[in-house]
């Protein structure tokens, strides 16, 4: 791994989500690597974990407490961010929440919360950082969408949306920024065991339902899914921008 991303040594990357389940694992390959690695996440605790892990690697770590629907205060943080750093190399884009209902009992405010931090939150997160990233002409974004962004799926209807947003949305982001050497790009994994989706694994229908989907007939491992992010985050990457890469075993294959 070291060998084939060595270029990611020293690098400057955020990663919102930073402190549990993808983010986590990926914070953590990135400080493996040599990178300064910035967390960001609402759970204390957990950053202060992650930061403990990060910090038996060398690098420059930070964690930083942020709820990132709330503006204002991206906006203050990302200023933090830079004025430590001077400049972000890579933004991950990671932080995202799902609320599984049917349709019909989807209300209002589970609609607002799912869209407020996958979608709106995302653009704004990645047009604060981004515009640092033109000024030093160049950088890479990555987003972590969703298989159903593609495909619909059960009980998820703002989450498909929301991720099927932040698709679209990398595409814009990618033709718009291409002229300041900024690649933004996305991930869409299916479902992958994490302690975020312990629960809902313990449904066996459920999970054999999924399973049947995977043409692997099993789950992705971390690795599986922070393998694509370090890739697009690094040289070898450099001539893709505006797509998104499946991760689901071929479910959306069929």
Do not use: C
């Not at 400080?31 to 950053?47: K, P, S, T």
């Not at 890579?90 to 599984?100: P, Q, T, Y």
């Not at 972590?144 to 698709?167: C, L, T």
């Not at 890739?231 to 998104?244: R, V």
């Amino acid at each position: 791994m070291s060998k084939s991303f060595i270029d990611l040594k020293n690098k400057n990357v955020v990663i919102t989500g930073g402190n549990k389940g993808i983010g986590q694992k990926v914070a953590i390959d990135f400080a493996e690597l040599g990178a300064n690695v910035i967390i960001i996440g609402r759970d204390n605790n957990a950053l202060n974990q992650t930061l403990d892990i990060l910090n038996r690697y060398d690098g420059n770590h930070n964690a930083f407490s942020l709820d990132i629907t709330k503006l204002n205060k991206v906006s203050e943080t990302v200023e933090q961010i830079i004025a430590i750093y001077k400049s972000i190399d890579i933004l991950v884009n990671n932080a995202g929440i799902n609320i599984s209902k049917p349709a019909f009992e989807i209300e209002e405010e589970d609609w607002d919360k799912v869209l407020e931090l996958n979608l709106k939150s995302l653009f704004f997160i990645s047009k604060f950082f981004g515009r640092y990233m033109a000024e030093e002409e160049g950088g890479k974004i990555i987003n972590v969408a969703s298989q159903v962004g593609f495909v619909g799926y059960h009980n998820r209807a703002p989450y498909s949306s929301s991720k099927g947003g932040v698709i679209q949305l990398t595409k814009s982001l990618a033709i718009e920024w291409a002229k300041y050497n900024i690649n933004v790009n996305a991930i869409a994994p299916t479902f992958v065991e994490t302690k975020l989706t312990e629960e809902m694994f313990k449904d066996k229908k459920f999970k054999e339902d999924v399973l049947n989907r995977v043409l692997f007939h099993k789950l992705p491992k971390l690795d599986d899914i922070t393998g694509a992010i370090l890739y697009l985050s690094s040289n070898l990457s450099n001539f893709i921008t505006g797509e998104t890469i499946k991760i689901d075993g071929g479910w959306t294959a069929i």
